[in-house]
Structures are given as structure tokens and as C-alpha cells.
């Protein structure tokens, strides 16, 4: 009996199972040489399934060695010109016309090359997938309940990652090592259960590197050139979330089933994010709506009525067209990666369809600039509701997006009203970020909530009683307390004194002279350097200076140094007797009271009592210089008036 294989059965490997099984015994293999040409090719291209097919020709050659079959290799090698037009089946009919000229039994697993052999008179055995009575891959034994990924590499003991997502390690789980064949066993049967698992296929396949998902599994087989080595990788879920199971997921059903209908996950590898989509996924196909995914490679695990889209012909935009005739009022858009992806998802959600998208950050502001580097900021708002921030497979943070005319938060004396997005933390209700545009550069600013601050407050609002007559009540005056060494607006504080060094390390760049910096706030600071290196500082465009207020999220203003010495001479100092000064510059009045360090004490200017306040770890009291006490204190001293101060 002669028998022609064709290149889809060697890549499939079955061929030689059935001559074991006494199927085919005594049978005569003829080999076209063009299979063999098609095989070398794919493996040159670093292609597994080149390698799977090489695998089962050898395997073949030690059958006939066994005298088991008789193997044979028949006809000529294409050439270019044949090559060029595989594509169009020119290697195939090479291939059949073995087939017809030895008048032997024609074997494939390719359903329209079976189809074209029928119809030429040959005998054709037509070799469907098997989709039933699988057994445990051989790569199953590496794995146990607690398993993560496995890690397997030539010359190195397999390892294992073993936990739950909140958490890892990493462990040996054998002390011999792996060998290149043992892997490259593992590999071919990997790819013949994705040919015939109806749950399995290949992903990618470039030279060097396949990716194939079987079930819930996906699997990275690498080799030379593309790695130093080979090496398979294999990951799989081990926990089945539903939403209702995350803390917070009230809030995402209900933006998603209103009008919030463009959201964003984000998070850190492997913190749960891909976990968290496949769980909206689900819950939004549960109420109704239809939903599909996009996805690069497709891992997540959803039902099977939701559609899962990969690229079309190499492309996501391809796969986008085909989404907005298909209409689903949902698409999951997981792992958004290229420039591509992000102008895909804006263009997507602003046509209307709701779209839930996963991106890898480490933190919301990481989030942000990923998409304003490739979006314009002020449709964010359009494009992104709701960003999700992921930790260890919790939610840990919801924050909204707005738009808004204003003056961004920190800037207020340096900058005119304009638009700004707004990053707003759900729960606390407390403005995170404003994302502006200044000097041509997308800016993200870092907005310092309340409670980050920590602030003593010292003295209640009340109205200083007669003779004294001011027009409006006394503001509450902010000191420090000996244990809070932190203060808003004027302390000196470890925090500032770090954001000074690294401010003096970025603009000094620019400068060969001294760099001063002079913290307004957390948010903004005044640098005064060599008027003749201001320009270099800022910038064409500002472009230098945005890029350092974007690398660490402070609001600098570049001044030249004359300025500062103009305002050093600006500077005053009154003794005012009782052991106490006063010494005030542009913006704030200091009492300097060293002997009362830490302490509670009484204002009285002459006899009369002014206000109450505590002094410092380093014994000053700050007021804002343009408050209606400090402007008294001022005119009394002023006056020639003793300012005493009486512990309470």
C-alpha cells in the first residue's frame, strides 16, 4: 500500500501513532519533497510546527529503520517562483500530483486540501481533529492546585510560581534539569492538542516564538534565536471570580449600567486586572447586554456566548471596523499596549459603544499619561468615566474623570483660568490630579488632599474684643504641634527638603552656578538661578521645565537670581522686646519665641491679649503676612508697642 502524507498530517503527528497502532504496518510513506522543503522553511523561520513536522519525519525514518514501513521521498524541491505562489496552492498540487503519479492513498488533515484531492479522483483519508478522550498533557505534571505558572527551561531545574494573587512564590519543584528534547516533546504535543482541542489554537507564531492557549491555559514556547535557550512558559487562572464578589463592585455595575459607560482597569502585572474584566464581562452579558472582547492574546475566560475578537489580519483597527458593524453594546478591550490600541479605544467609545478597557500602571498618574501622551486631554473625560486600580486582586482606589474651566489647583498665581480635567478619588470626594495644558506640554498635577497634610489646628475663629476693631473675624491661625512636624504652607519639612534636593539635582542641568529652591507648598516651589541660565531652564516652549514638573509632579517657577537678592534686601527684623522678634518677608510674618519651643502661649501686645497660638519645635509662630493679625501685630510693633508672650 503506498501512502502520501501531506505537510498538515506531519505537523499534526498523528500519522505515526497510527502506524504503531498496526493501522498502516507494512505500508509504503512516500514523501514529496516539497513537504519537506515547506517543514525546513518553517523551522528556519523559527516557526514550532517546522520542528513539530521535522519531529515526525524522524520519527518516520526510525520506523523504517524497524522495517515496520518503508519510507520514501519522491518528486522535486519547489522553486521560488513555486514558493512565491504557495499561497495560492501551488505547493499543494506539487504535493497531490505524488499522490496521482504513484497511485497511492492520499493523507491530510487539511479540509480543503482533502475537498480538491477528492475532486482530482484520488483516494483521499481524511484526518479530522479528535475533539473527544483527551489525556493530561505531559506539561499537566508540573502543576497542582496551587499553581500558578511553570517555568521550563533547557540546562535549568523547572521552577514554579505557587500561591494565590495576593500571594507568590517562586519555587524549584525538581532537581534535575530540563533537556531540550524533553521540551521539545512537550512542545509537539502541546501543538497537537491546539489543533485538535476546539477550545485550543495557536495566538502567535513568529520566528522564534509561539504562543498557543489551550482552555484556560496559555503557553509561550520560545527558542533560539529568538531566546537563548529553550524555554516554555506556561500560565493559568486558579481563582473563577463573579463580580459580586469584589468589594466595590456595586459602584461598576451601576456606572456601567448608566451613563459611565467608558472605564479603565489598571494595575501592575499579575495584580488581577485581566480577572476583574472577565468578571464585568460576565456580570454585563448577565443584564442583558451584548458584549464582546479585543484581545492580543486572547486569555480572557468567558462564556461562550461572548465573542472573542483578536487582531483582524494583523491589526486591532480591522477588528475595530468588523466591532462597529457587528454593534454590541460592550467590548472589553484587554491589554492596551500600543499607540494603536489607545486611539482604537478613543475612537470606539466616542462613537457610542461602551468599552471597559485593561492597561498596565502602577499607579493612577502612570495611567493617565499613558493615554494623554496619546489622546488629547480635554475629550478624556468623554473617552474615560471611571479608572480602577487594582492591588492583589482588590480594588483599592475608584477615581473619576471631569472636565472644567478653572485655574489648576497649586497654580493659582502663576497661570490664567483654563481648560483642566479633573481626577477625582470616588470615595473621599477629594480632587486627585488636574491635567492642563502650559507652555505647549500636557502637564498631570498632583493635587495634596487635606488629610495627607498633617496640620495642628491651633486657634479658633473669634473676634478680638474692644478697643480693637477689625472689619472681619479673626482666620484661624495654623501652627505645629511638637509632635506634628509638618505644616501646609511654611515648614521647612523633611518632604520639601527631599523635593529640593531632587528640584536642585533636575534644574541644575540647565546651570553651572547655584541652584535655590523655595517650597510655597507641596505642590509649588520658586526656583532663583544665574539670570543668564533662565532661558536655557525653561526651555524652547517651556519644553524643559514641563518635562521636569511632569517627571516629579511639583509646579516650578524659574526666576532669575536678581530677584531673589532684591527680595533678601526687602527683609525686616524688629526686636519688639519680652525676648520675642518678629521677622517678615514677601509672604509671611515669623515670631521667633525660642524659650517657648513646643508650647501653648498667649499673644498680648502691651497688656492687651491678641490671640492664642502654639509655638514650634524650633520656637517660631508663621502667620500669613497679608492677614488681618499679622497686618496688626505689624502696625503695633510699628507703634513701639512690647509684644509679650505668657505660656497658657
Known amino acids: 500500500m503506498n501512502m502520501v502524507p501531506d505537510t498538515s498530517v506531519l505537523i499534526d503527528g498523528r500519522i505515526t501513532s ?16 516539497a513537504v519537506v522543503a515547506e517543514l525546513e522553511a518553517q523551522a528556519n523561520q523559527g516557526r514550532e510546527i517546522g520542528f513539530s513536522g521535522l519531529n515526525e519525519l524522524q520519527a518516520l525514518c526510525r520506523l523504517a529503520e524497524e522495517k515496520v514501513i518503508e519510507l520514501k521521498f519522491s518528486g522535486a524541491r519547489p522553486t521560488l517562483e513555486q514558493v512565491k505562489l504557495s499561497s495560492g496552492g501551488e505547493i499543494d498540487a506539487m504535493i497531490r500530483n505524488i499522490a496521482i503519479e504513484n497511485n497511492a492513498q492520499f493523507i491530510t488533515s487539511d479540509s480543503v486540501q482533502a475537498e480538491v484531492a477528492r475532486a482530482k479522483g484520488l483516494n483521499v483519508i481524511y484526518l479530522k481533529p479528535q475533539i473527544t478522550d483527551f489525556v493530561p498533557l505531559g506539561i499537566d ?34 532537581d534535575q534539569t530540563m533537556t531540550e528534547f524533553e521540551l521539545r516533546a512537550l512542545a509537539q504535543e502541546i501543538l497537537e492538542r491546539a489543533k485538535r482541542n476546539p477550545d485550543g489554537f495557536i495566538e502567535i507564531e513568529k520566528r522564534g516564538i509561539t504562543v498557543v492557549q489551550i482552555g484556560s491555559m496559555r503557553i509561550a514556547i520560545a527558542r533560539r534565536p529568538f531566546s537563548d535557550g ?49 468578571s464585568v464581562a460576565t456580570d454585563l452579558s448577565d443584564y442583558g447586554f451584548v458584549v464582546k472582547t479585543m484581545e492580543a492574546p486572547r486569555e480572557l475566560q468567558v462564556p461562550d456566548h461572548i465573542t472573542q475578537y483578536t487582531m483582524l489580519d494583523g491589526s486591532m483597527e480591522n477588528t475595530a471596523d468588523v466591532l462597529m458593524l457587528v454593534r454590541p453594546d460592550f467590548v472589553i478591550f484587554d491589554q492596551l499596549r500600543k499607540n494603536e490600541d489607545f486611539k482604537i479605544f478613543a475612537d470606539m467609545r466616542l462613537a457610542g459603544l461602551g468599552m471597559v478597557g485593561v492597561i498596565h500602571a502602577t499607579d493612577v498618574h502612570d ?24 492591588k492583589e486582586g482588590i480594588i483599592t482606589r475608584i477615581y473619576d ?34 491635567v492642563f495644558r502650559y507652555d505647549g506640554e500636557t502637564i498631570i498635577m498632583p493635587v495634596i488632599r487635606p488629610s495627607d497634610q498633617k496640620e495642628a489646628v491651633i486657634m479658633s475663629s473669634q473676634r478680638i474684643p474692644s478697643p480693637l476693631s477689625f472689619e472681619q473675624d479673626i482666620p484661624q491661625i495654623r501652627t505645629l504641634t511638637s509632635d506634628v512636624p509638618l ?16 528640584i536642585q539635582r533636575e534644574i541644575g542641568r540647565y546651570t553651572g552656578g547655584a541652584v535655590d529652591v523655595q517650597m510655597i507648598s507641596d505642590t509649588k516651589a520658586v526656583v532663583y538661578i544665574d539670570d543668564k541660565d533662565v532661558p536655557a531652564a525653561i526651555g524652547k516652549g517651556g519644553k524643559n521645565i514641563s518635562a521636569i514638573v511632569n ?34 518677608d514677601k509672604k509671611q510674618l515669623t515670631i521667633i519665641a525660642p524659650d517657648h519651643n513646643g508650647k501653648i502661649v498667649d499673644v498680648f501686645a502691651s497688656k492687651e491679649y491678641l490671640f492664642t497660638a502654639t509655638v514650634n519645635e524650633n520656637g517660631e509662630i508663621h502667620l500669613a503676612k497679608n492677614s488681618s493679625i499679622a497686618q496688626e501685630m505689624i502696625r503695633r510693633s510699628s507703634a513701639g508697642e512690647v509684644i509679650k508672650l505668657r505660656p497658657v
Request: hydrophobic share 40%; net charge neutral; charged share 30%.
Open 230 to 278: 529553550m524555554e516554555i512558559t506556561a500560565v493559568r487562572p486558579i481563582v473563577d471570580m463573579k463580580l459580586s464578589d469584589y468589594a466595590k463592585a456595586e459602584i461598576i455595575t451601576e456606572r456601567l449600567t448608566g451613563q459611565k459607560r467608558g472605564m479603565m482597569i489598571a494595575g501592575t502585572p499579575g495584580s488581577g486586572k485581566t480577572t476583574l474584566a472577565q
Open 401 to 434: 474623570i471631569g472636565f472644567t474651566i478653572k485655574v489648576p489647583e497649586g497654580m493659582e498665581n502663576e497661570m490664567h483660568i483654563r481648560p483642566v480635567t479633573t481626577v477625582t478619588d470616588y470615595e473621599t470626594g477629594c480632587l486627585a490630579f488636574d
Open 141 to 174: 505534571q508540573f502543576f497542582d492546585e496551587h499553581t500558578i505558572a511553570v517555568y521550563l527551561k533547557e540546562r535549568v531545574c523547572p521552577f514554579a510560581k505557587k500561591g494565590t494573587i495576593n500571594a507568590m512564590k517562586l519555587v524549584q519543584i525538581r
Open 487 to 502: 505644616r501646609k504652607e511654611f515648614e521647612d519639612r523633611t518632604g520639601w527638603r527631599l523635593s529640593e534636593k531632587e
Open 551 to 584: 517627571k516629579i509632579g511639583i509646579g516650578i517657577d524659574i526666576k532669575p537670581r536678581s530677584e531673589f537678592e532684591k527680595q533678601k534686601k526687602d527683609e525686616e527684623e524688629f526686636n519688639l522686646g519680652g525676648g520675642v522678634k518678629i521677622h517678615t
Open 367 to 390: 495611567a493617565l499619561q499613558r493615554f494623554v501622551d496619546r489622546v488629547d486631554f480635554s475629550v478624556l473625560s468623554q473617552i474615560i468615566n471611571t479608572i480602577i486600580f487594582v
Open 18 to 33: 497510527m502506524i504503531k497502532a498496526g493501522d498502516y504496518k507494512g505500508a509504503t510513506i512516500i514523501v514529496p519533497e
